[in-house]
């Protein structure tokens, strides 16, 4: 079992669960899009560690994603919030990638992730908040999507996101009603 998922905070879940795609900033609208001011061609998720971010706060509400999605999708991963870009330090993970190459780079994206000297910025915020991997097409809900946190919603918009899940056919699809810990 792999001892990582990653994470994508919204505040847009229903529209999100209507569509069944998970899709880049640009096709966002500017009122919807919660971290970027810019349009980016991008989807933004962030790694969550078990063992390395469990007493880390997370956002909420936020849709949890499964680790194969590594195996069906280039992503970048970045050391800080780039927005789209990326430099000498940026690990490129591609979908070819062997299971081997994978497991290293996911390996080194934790030691990164584990030493915040290595950050490039002295910004006092939780490691999750310094790092992006950045997905250049649409995340298919119904292959990917593990689960939601919900631990911050009132239990009227809990229902109405559980009612979602059953409308569209995300009949193993989580609900955490507290964080990941």
């Known amino acids: 079992m792999e001892n990582y998922i990653f994470l994508h905070h919204t505040k847009n879940i229903k529209e999100i669960l209507k569509s069944g795609y998970l899709v880049s900033g640009s096709l966002v609208k500017k009122s919807k899009r919660h971290f970027s001011p810019e349009p980016?061609?991008?989807v933004f998720m962030y790694a969550y560690f078990y063992?390395?971010?469990k007493?880390?706060?997370i956002l909420c509400p936020t849709l949890v994603f499964k680790p194969n999605i590594l195996e069906h999708y280039d992503a970048i991963f970045n050391n800080d919030w780039l927005f789209g870009k990326t430099n000498s330090s940026?690990?490129?993970l591609k979908k070819s990638d062997s299971d081997?190459?994978?497991e290293n780079q996911i390996n080194k994206i934790k030691t990164?992730?584990?030493?915040?000297k290595l950050m490039p910025t002295g910004r006092p915020l939780p490691s999750y908040s310094q790092q992006e991997f950045l997905f250049a097409k649409k995340i298919n809900l119904k292959k990917y999507l593990d689960g939601i946190i919900v631990d911050c919603l009132e239990e009227k918009e809990t229902m109405a996101i559980k009612k979602y899940l059953k409308k569209?056919?995300?009949e193993n699809v989580k609900i955490y009603n507290s964080a990941l810990n």
């Open 55 to 57: 007493s880390d706060h």
């Open 90 to 92: 940026s690990i490129i």
């Open 40 to 42: 980016l061609d991008y």
């Open 168 to 170: 569209y056919g995300y």
């Open 51 to 53: 063992d390395l971010h």
């Open 112 to 116: 990164i992730l584990e030493n915040p």
């Open 100 to 102: 081997k190459t994978r």
